[in-house]
């Protein structure tokens, strides 16, 4: 096997705990796991912080407000069920992210990692027929996490488990050389992990579908969801697996999971969800976003053409002409996105989601043609929602109003101090204002939110320089970077000491 792609994708594709170790940086060693052989709740945070780490420095790394957002509105309800029933203990719930980071890969594909990160492919968000469907991947990878199954798995292999954890960090450090000899490497710990803990896998995974089911269905979420997203992965799986379903490989199907999942929906008698617009418009915001090419991007827009597509249900035609529309418009065809957008617009009509998802895409499209005061227009001024206030921001910028974008981040990044993409803003603001220190120190704060505190560090000490040369910082601001400062140098020298 060849690593040619990136991270994200190299991630998704590994078994269990050997897919977590190729993020790991060449030479790096993992964090003690005491004599026990169990992973304390400590060092699976300082494991999924390095492998988080590296996803945020990845290509395939994609930070979409109207996406996160979408998956966030699935995630976090996903989050508070598995609280109330108990599957996610309070030292998990404080010390553990608790993330979804999104790459832009048109696999089909989804990962846990220790620490409470997940890596989520728009591949897979483009196949979901429902939100019922994502959120049952969600749930099952959630609970790969609560269940501690990579540090159950450290406690059965005992003897053998180093061996593996040999195998997968030589096999990083080679991979950089020769992806042959690499791949030859990785290979093998990933067969002996297979020979040694197959049966033990299989048990984790019906572990993670029935938990994940109870998680979903206490979130509120159709249980026919787990059974329709089954039907599509087998469907997949008969079909022999050519590469686009990476997700088979780390979560093989087979009829045995498959028929108990079934048994427990048909107990349950619920009928199956329906297409939602507003779901039906994320996938396929994910199918453009994932980066189809010239000639996907043109087919795209071919299809909206379709004779067809006025008999179609109303979220299918809601996704052609939201694909089509973003896709004329990243094509640079802005007469023809426009046209899209008003086809979008009557689609939609009376829809909420879809009228404000319209909306949002129709500002979306105003900025990219260069019309920053029509985009203003369109974006909600007044909403605590995170695309508007990222496009809202960027609209303010670029029409001559960065103070008003900056008071308006500033609110946000004081309620959602993780945001990397809304201090990065939020530095541009600055900027715009000539007010060179604060604009560091926001740069700095992004980083921060990205685990590169290496690169944090550096900018905040900039700042420092820049107030000692009068860099125009009143005492409070100068303060704040004072304490950050120190506060991020601790964040180093602990880094420092898991090398």
């Not at 594709?13 to 003690?32: E, F, H, I, K």
């Not at 529309?325 to 007469?335: G, I, M, Q």
């Not at 979306?364 to 695309?387: F, I, K, Q």
């Amino acid at each position: 096997m060849r690593f040619t792609s990136p991270l994200f994708r190299r991630v998704g594709a590994a078994a269990a705990l050997s897919l977590v170790l190729l993020g790991l940086p060449a030479g790096a060693q993992l964090p003690s796991m005491g004599d026990s052989g169990d992973m304390s709740t400590n060092s699976e945070r300082k494991l999924g912080l390095r492998v988080a780490r590296e996803l945020y420095r990845d290509p395939d790394y994609i930070d979409d407000p109207v996406l996160v957002e979408y998956v966030q509105g699935i995630w976090q309800p996903l989050l508070a069920a598995a609280r109330v029933r108990g599957e996610l203990t309070g030292e998990m719930d404080e010390k553990f992210a608790w993330q979804v980071l999104l790459g832009k890969d048109r696999t089909i594909n989804a990962f846990a990692v220790p620490g409470g990160w997940l890596g989520l492919h728009l591949g897979l968000i483009s196949v979901t027929a429902n939100r019922d469907e994502l959120a049952s991947v969600l749930a099952h990878e959630l609970s790969h996490v609560t269940q501690r199954h990579i540090s159950r798995m450290i406690e059965r292999e005992g003897r053998n488990f180093p061996l593996l954890v040999a195998a997968m960090i030589l096999g990083a450090i080679a991979v950089g050389k020769s992806p042959d000899a690499g791949g030859a490497l990785i290979a093998g710990g990933q067969a002996l992990a297979v020979q040694q803990g197959l049966n033990f896998s299989r048990d984790m995974e019906r572990e993670a579908d029935r938990i994940g089911l109870g998680v979903a269905t206490q979130a509120g979420f159709n249980p026919q969801g787990f059974v329709s997203m089954f039907e599509k992965l087998q469907q997949a799986s008969r079909l022999n697996d050519s590469g686009a379903f990476p997700y088979l490989r780390t979560h093989p199907m087979n009829t045995e999971r498959a028929a108990e999942m079934q048994s427990r929906q048909q107990l349950a008698g619920v009928a199956p969800a329906q297409p939602t617009v507003e779901h039906s418009i994320a996938a396929a915001r994910a199918r453009v976003l994932s980066n189809p090419g010239v000639d996907g991007l043109r087919g795209l827009v071919t299809e909206a053409d379709s004779q067809s597509l006025a008999a179609q249900p109303r979220p299918r035609q809601a996704a052609v002409l939201y694909s089509a529309a973003l896709a004329a418009s990243r094509l640079r065809d802005t007469p023809q996105a426009t046209h899209l957008l008003e086809r979008l617009k009557a689609a939609v009509a009376g829809d909420a989601a879809g009228e404000r998802q319209a909306r949002l895409l129709e500002a979306e499209v105003a900025l990219a043609a260069g019309a920053p005061a029509r985009a203003l227009r369109l974006v909600d001024l007044a909403s605590d929602h995170r695309p508007d206030v990222m496009l809202a921001a960027q609209a303010l910028i670029q029409t001559g109003q960065a103070r008003q974008a900056a008071e308006r981040l500033q609110t946000w990044v004081a309620s959602q101090p993780r945001d990397a993409g809304a201090w990065q803003m939020l530095s541009q603001a600055y900027a715009g204002q000539q007010q060179e220190v604060r604009a560091v120190r926001a740069d700095a704060e992004a980083r921060v939110a990205q685990l590169d505190y290496t690169a944090a560090l550096d900018r905040f000490k900039a700042a420092q320089d820049l107030v000692r040369k009068g860099g125009g910082a009143d005492h409070i601001e100068a303060s704040i970077i004072d304490s950050r400062t120190r506060a991020v140098e601790s964040l180093v020298r602990e880094q420092a000491l898991q090398r």
